[in-house]
C-alpha cells in the first residue's frame, strides 16, 4: 500500500522547511504520495511539484483553509486543488489581508503585558510574510526565553483566554467548501481531535460540512490517539466521509511525527484517494 501523506506545510506559510526541502525529506521517509497543504496560500506549490518529480514521489496540490463556524476556529484542508482558480485565489488572498491585521492586534496585546515589538520579531521569522500567524509569534517567543518550546508558548499566551490570544472571524465552513470544490478539490476536516468540540457539536459540525459539499475527515494525524483514529473513523462512516492522512508536520523540533510516519487507516475507512487518478512523477 502506498504511503500517503496529505498535511504538510513549509515555509510558505508557518512551517520550518522550503518546499523542495519539504518533498526531499518526505521522501526519504519513504512518502509515496505527498500535499502540500500550506495555510491560506498556495505559494509553494510549483517549487514542491517540481521537487516531487525529481525525487520520484506523486504530488497532491492542496492548502489548509481558516474558517469560523459557531464561534469556532477550524481548519478545512482541500486537496488537489486547482490553485489558479480565481474564486480561490480572490478568497485565499481575503484571508491573508486579515492575517496581517490580526497579527498587529496581536503584537498590541502582547505590549501591553509587557512583551513589546513582536510584530517585528514574528515577521522575521515567516518565510512568507503575508502569513504571519500565532506560530511565527510563538517562535519568536521561544527565542526571547519566555517558554520552552512553541507549544508552551501556546499554552502560556496565545490560545483563548491568554494575553496573545486575538479573537478573528474567518470565512465560513460554506465559502472554503465552496472554493475547494469550485477549484476541483475536495474538502477535508483538519485534525478533529484539536477541537474542544463535545459529542453534539461535533455531530452538528460534520452533518453541516457534508452537507455543504465536504469530502472527508482527516481520520489519522499526528496529534490524534489510538481511540481518536477509531472513533473519527466511526464518525467517517456514520455521515458518509471519506477519511484521510496526513501528519500536519511543520518541522524538525516542532512536529514529533516526521512525514509518513504516522499510522495506516483501519481498514473501515473509505480512503480520500479511492477515486484519485494514477499520479505518474514527470522525469
Known amino acids: 500500500?502506498?504511503?500517503?501523506?496529505?498535511?504538510?506545510?513549509?515555509?510558505?506559510?508557518?512551517?520550518?522547511?522550503?518546499?523542495?526541502?519539504?518533498?526531499?525529506?518526505a521522501a526519504q521517509r519513504g512518502?509515496?504520495?505527498?500535499?502540500?497543504?500550506?495555510?491560506?496560500d498556495t505559494a509553494g506549490l510549483d517549487e514542491a511539484a517540481i521537487a516531487a518529480a525529481s525525487n520520484g514521489i506523486e504530488f497532491v496540490p492542496g492548502v489548509e483553509?481558516?474558517?469560523?463556524?459557531?464561534?469556532?476556529?477550524l481548519h478545512i484542508v482541500g486537496l488537489r486543488i486547482d490553485p489558479a482558480n480565481p474564486a480561490l485565489c480572490e478568497g485565499l488572498a481575503s484571508i491573508r489581508s486579515g492575517r496581517l491585521a490580526r497579527a498587529?492586534?496581536?503584537?498590541?496585546?502582547?505590549?501591553?503585558?509587557?512583551?513589546?515589538?513582536?510584530?517585528?520579531?514574528?515577521?522575521?521569522?515567516?518565510?512568507?510574510?503575508?502569513?504571519?500567524?500565532?506560530?511565527?509569534?510563538?517562535?519568536?517567543?521561544?527565542?526571547?526565553?519566555?517558554?520552552?518550546d512553541v507549544k508552551g508558548v501556546f499554552r502560556r499566551y496565545l490560545v483563548?483566554?491568554?494575553?496573545?490570544?486575538?479573537?478573528?472571524?474567518?470565512?465560513?465552513?460554506?465559502?472554503?467548501i465552496g472554493w475547494i470544490n469550485g477549484s476541483g478539490g475536495q474538502a477535508v476536516i483538519?485534525?478533529?481531535?484539536?477541537?474542544?468540540?463535545?459529542?453534539?457539536?461535533?455531530?452538528?459540525?460534520?452533518?453541516?460540512?457534508?452537507?455543504?459539499?465536504?469530502?472527508?475527515?482527516e481520520v489519522v494525524t499526528s496529534n490524534h490517539t489510538g481511540d481518536q483514529i477509531r472513533m473519527f473513523a466511526e464518525r467517517a462512516r456514520q455521515y458518509g466521509l471519506m477519511a484521510s492522512r496526513g501528519s500536519d508536520y511543520h518541522g524538525p523540533g516542532e512536529t514529533y511525527?516526521?512525514?509518513?510516519?504516522?499510522?495506516?487507516?483501519?481498514?473501515?475507512c473509505v480512503p480520500i484517494w479511492r477515486d484519485w487518478p494514477v499520479l505518474v512523477p514527470s522525469a
Open 1 to 25: 500500500m502506498k504511503n500517503y501523506d496529505l498535511h504538510c506545510h513549509s515555509t510558505a506559510s508557518d512551517g520550518l522547511l522550503a518546499p523542495a526541502d519539504l518533498v526531499s525529506l
Open 257 to 268: 511525527v516526521e512525514p509518513g510516519r504516522i499510522p495506516p487507516l483501519p481498514e473501515s
Open 104 to 148: 498587529r492586534r496581536m503584537a498590541d496585546d502582547l505590549a501591553g503585558v509587557g512583551i513589546g515589538g513582536t510584530f517585528e520579531d514574528a515577521i522575521a521569522h515567516a518565510g512568507n510574510p503575508n502569513m504571519i500567524g500565532r506560530t511565527h509569534f510563538a517562535r519568536c517567543l521561544v527565542e526571547r526565553g519566555l517558554a520552552r
Open 160 to 176: 483563548r483566554g491568554k494575553p496573545g490570544y486575538t479573537p478573528h472571524a474567518w470565512p465560513t465552513l460554506e465559502s472554503a
Open 65 to 73: 483553509i481558516s474558517v469560523t463556524w459557531e464561534n469556532h476556529s
Open 31 to 40: 512518502v509515496d504520495v505527498l500535499a502540500l497543504t500550506d495555510h491560506d
Open 190 to 217: 483538519a485534525h478533529p481531535g484539536r477541537y474542544d468540540l463535545g459529542p453534539n457539536v461535533l455531530a452538528r459540525l460534520l452533518g453541516q460540512f457534508r452537507d455543504c459539499g465536504g469530502s472527508g475527515i
